[in-house]
């Protein structure tokens, strides 16, 4: 089953990090799901395969069971997760979107550290809205050995990320997850000076209320072929979603923008802030919330996916030496 990558090149195996260890050589992103290897080492797959007319190997990505068996599939094939065991509802994100998300952040902090990638516990990423899949600490600690911070508004989202760390060896001592229990506020209570993380994390919510998303997922449903009439229920996104995952009063503007706004307030607590933002629409009012939040320096990074294109913005607070002498902080015990 053909992908469409962000770049072609060869797939490995991971075998290190089911004892814990980073990767050494982190799986490339794979030119097709080698579908045969992912159900050798989740079988729960084998019920969602099926035939292409061309003869090749398939699932329905309509069917959001057959999404998440994918998913978890990858995390143990390519990461030695054993255990990721989602709420029924959680968003089920797809695992090469997200290393696209943290391949990018590695070059960032490459571009500061004399074009090489910084690797392992000196890094520590803030990963804000962590949800209940946890993916980003699952591949950023398999793909370069950073340390991670999750933070989350939603107390289900919070126990099950919680769950997956202690439940894997790779993440286990290295990842912690916080409630964030104010609603109104993105780092407080979170996030303390004694963190001094290299780059904040975010994919934020991208509907402005309950009625948007599900109307989108109609949207989506309706591309797949799957509504052909009015139906008196409302289809949920084929990748699942909890309500503080999918939409946010503002939507994603709003909640970008507040971003954007506490972090000027706490200019040393990270050498980057970056989120992802995924309607191009929203860029430049994204981009203009930035500069006057004053950073010394803003990138806007771009994610194409096959057909699909995402945006990252990053910007800092710091001077390049500044960023460059965070790395070498020791993260607090």
Same mark, same amino acid.
């Given at each position: 089953? $053909?992908?469409?990558?962000?770049?072609?090149?060869?797939?490995?195996?991971?075998a290190a990090?089911?004892s814990g &260890?980073?990767?050494a050589h982190p799986p490339a992103?794979?030119?097709r799901?080698?579908? +045969?290897?992912?159900r050798?080492?989740?079988?729960g797959?084998?019920?969602?395969i099926?035939?292409?007319?061309r003869?090749?190997?398939?699932?329905? %990505?309509?069917? #959001?069971?057959?999404?998440r068996?994918?998913?978890q599939?990858?995390?143990?094939?390519?990461?030695?997760?054993?255990?990721?065991?989602?709420p029924?509802?959680?968003l089920c #994100?797809?695992?090469p979107?997200?290393r696209?998300?943290? &391949?990018?952040?590695?070059?960032?902090?490459?571009?500061?550290?004399?074009?090489?990638?910084?690797?392992?516990e000196?890094?520590?990423? %803030?990963d804000?809205?962590?949800g209940a899949?946890?993916?980003?600490?699952i591949?950023?600690r398999?793909?370069?050995?950073?340390? %991670?911070?999750g933070s989350?508004?939603? #107390?289900?989202a919070?126990r099950?990320?919680?769950r997956i760390v202690?439940?894997?060896?790779?993440? $286990?001592?290295?990842? !912690?997850i916080?409630?964030?229990?104010?609603?109104n506020q993105i *780092? =407080?209570? +979170?996030?303390s000076?004694r963190d $001094?993380?290299?780059?904040v994390?975010?994919? #934020?919510? %991208?509907?402005?209320?309950?009625?948007?998303a599900?109307? =989108?997922? $109609?949207?989506?449903w309706?591309n797949?072929?799957?509504l052909?009439?009015?139906a008196p229920?409302?289809?949920? =996104?084929?990748f699942?979603?909890?309500?503080?995952?999918?939409?946010c009063?503002?939507g994603? +503007?709003? *909640?970008?923008?507040?971003?954007?706004? !506490?972090?000027?307030?706490?200019?040393h607590?990270?050498?980057?802030?970056? &989120?992802l933002?995924? /309607?191009?629409?929203?860029l430049?009012?994204i981009?203009?919330?930035? /500069?006057?939040a004053?950073?010394?320096?803003?990138?806007?990074l771009?994610?194409?996916?096959?057909?699909? /294109?995402?945006?990252?913005?990053?910007?800092s *607070?710091?001077?390049?030496?500044?960023?460059?002498?965070?790395?070498t902080?020791?993260?607090?015990?």
């Amino acid at each position: 089953m $053909r992908t469409r990558p962000a770049r072609a090149t060869a797939h490995r195996t991971n075998a290190a990090s089911r004892s814990g &260890t980073p990767l050494a050589h982190p799986p490339a992103t794979p030119e097709r799901y080698d579908l +045969v290897r992912l159900r050798g080492v989740h079988p729960g797959l084998a019920r969602w395969i099926r035939r292409t007319p061309r003869g090749d190997e398939t699932i329905d %990505f309509s069917i #959001p069971e057959a999404v998440r068996d994918l998913n978890q599939a990858l995390l143990m094939a390519d990461y030695g997760i054993t255990h990721w065991d989602l709420p029924r509802d959680a968003l089920c #994100p797809g695992v090469p979107g997200r290393r696209d998300y943290l &391949t990018a952040v590695a070059q960032l902090l490459g571009a500061d550290h004399a074009g090489v990638v910084p690797r392992g516990e000196q890094v520590t990423l %803030f990963d804000l809205g962590v949800g209940a899949n946890c993916i980003y600490p699952i591949i950023g600690r398999g793909l370069y050995g950073w340390r %991670f911070i999750g933070s989350d508004i939603d #107390p289900v989202a919070v126990r099950s990320a919680s769950r997956i760390v202690q439940a894997n060896l790779l993440l $286990r001592g290295h990842v !912690e997850i916080r409630r964030q229990g104010a609603a109104n506020q993105i *780092f =407080a209570h +979170v996030l303390s000076a004694r963190d $001094r993380v290299a780059v904040v994390i975010c994919n #934020p919510p %991208f509907h402005a209320s309950s009625a948007q998303a599900q109307a =989108a997922a $109609r949207r989506k449903w309706t591309n797949l072929g799957h509504l052909r009439r009015a139906a008196p229920v409302l289809p949920t =996104a084929n990748f699942g979603g909890r309500d503080a995952e999918l939409w946010c009063d503002g939507g994603e +503007v709003g *909640f970008v923008g507040r971003l954007i706004a !506490e972090s000027a307030q706490r200019p040393h607590d990270a050498a980057w802030y970056t &989120t992802l933002v995924a /309607q191009a629409a929203h860029l430049p009012a994204i981009e203009r919330a930035v /500069q006057r939040a004053r950073p010394l320096a803003t990138r806007v990074l771009t994610i194409a996916r096959g057909v699909k /294109q995402s945006r990252i913005v990053a910007w800092s *607070f710091l001077s390049p030496a500044a960023r460059a002498a965070q790395l070498t902080i020791s993260p607090p015990r």
